[in-house]
């Protein structure tokens, strides 16, 4: 981000000695911080509940001969309603207090839009060069948990026809980045930025990778979460975060549909037996589709390595620093909540056995 953008929203506090009224600060702090606890286990024990709903129905759906693209679209709904609206819904209850009389303030008009548009390439870079380092740290963990969540990963994101390929699109492009923007960097920002930006924007984040519950995508999330929230600090608006979301998400969503036409994914497996197949216009297609994608990497981590070696110029704005930075960590992760919520995120990336202890009381199979 440009000097200038930061200049202009840096507000500094000078340091003052703990009073009365500072401390009167923490027992909120302490309120939000479990209040963020809960939400998080109402997001596993729905994802819990998505599993159970598979366990029950997949055996009697698998009998009716759904297509693909139905199939999809009941994953679709069943996803938005446990995995969006329900959290959702719990974080609007849980955090309206310190919300109250400011939703309507983050979708305001963005300041320095086109500034922070024009480091799209670097968030960019900056998250893929994540995954790329994730995947290659799961090679590590091959045929376990986390290892197998890369795969889960593949097989969610690989369509088998071009009408399930839409239907993953518009869940990436449209839905994802209006409820996820709203829920991580309008919700959960918004409730911890009076006790400052950045540890407002790194709690977010990190909550942000946790949410997509694997491995495989947690450090890729929790970067752009970072630089989300970063641009969302200094534009004051979900709609140049929301954007900037869907463009990453559409940059993997042109892909999915790419690959789901026939000759693509027949090439693709001729690719890897090595034998030949037919260059289609949608083989060219995707050919230039993946050079472009390659090319913004590259280009977005040059960017953002510039960046970085200008850092002390960019320091995000300070809200207040009365409450030092190592006691609001300590306060967050010490919260009952907090803590459990890291317990089930660590079962979830590692070995899932929670899921399955509450699919095998539901459907009675012990075995």
């Known amino acids: 981000m440009s000097e200038e953008i930061i200049e202009n929203n840096e507000q500094t506090v ?17 309120s939000i911080c479990f209040r963020i606890g809960v939400m998080m286990i109402v997001v596993f024990a729905a994802r ?12 009697y759906l698998s009998e009716t001969e759904l297509t693909p693209t139905v199939a999809y679209l009941i994953d679709a709904a069943v996803s938005l309603v446990f995995l969006y609206i329900i959290p959702i819904t ?49 090679l590590l963990f091959k045929d376990t948990a986390l290892g197998n969540s890369f795969t889960g990963i593949q097989q969610t994101l690989a369509a088998p026809d071009i009408g399930s390929a839409v239907v993953l699109f518009i869940q990436l492009t449209i839905f994802a ?10 919700l959960i920002i918004e409730s911890l930025r009076p006790y400052g930006n950045g540890f407002a924007i790194f709690v977010s984040a ?73 260059v289609t216009p949608a083989v060219v297609l995707y050919m230039v589709w993946m050079g472009l994608i390659v090319l913004l990497l590259v280009v977005g981590v040059i960017m953002a390595i510039y960046k970085f070696t200008k850092i002390k110029k960019y320091r995000v704005p300070k809200v207040q620093n009365e409450v030092s930075t190592g006691r609001r960590w300590g306060i967050f992760l010490s919260r009952v909540s907090v803590i459990i919520m890291l317990i089930l995120a660590i079962d ?11 699919i095998k009381l539901v459907t009675g199979n012990w075995n």
């Open 206 to 278: 990190l909550l942000f990778g946790i949410i997509h519950a694997n491995f495989a995508q947690f450090f890729y999330a929790a970067a752009l979460g970072i630089f989300l929230g970063y641009i969302y600090v200094s534009t004051q608006s979900l709609v140049t975060t929301t954007i900037m979301h869907a463009m990453f998400n559409s940059i993997s969503g042109m892909l999915i549909l790419i690959s789901s036409v026939p000759s693509v994914n027949e090439y693709l497996l001729a690719s890897v037996s090595g034998e030949a197949a037919e």
């Open 90 to 138: 719990a974080a609007i209850f849980l955090l309206k207090r310190p919300m109250k009389g400011r939703v309507g303030q983050i979708y305001a008009k963005p300041r320095y839009f086109g500034r922070a548009m024009a480091m799209f390439p670097a968030g960019y870079g900056i998250a893929i060069t994540c995954n790329l380092l994730t995947q290659l740290l799961g």
């Open 14 to 30: 000078d340091q003052e000695p703990q009073t009365a009224e500072t401390q009167s600060l923490v027992p909120g702090f302490k």
């Open 48 to 59: 819990i509940a998505v599993n159970i709903i598979s366990a029950l129905i997949v055996p």
């Open 348 to 358: 979830t990336f590692a070995t899932q056995e929670v899921p399955k202890f509450f």
């Open 177 to 186: 980045p209006l409820f996820e923007e709203f829920w991580c960097r309008g």
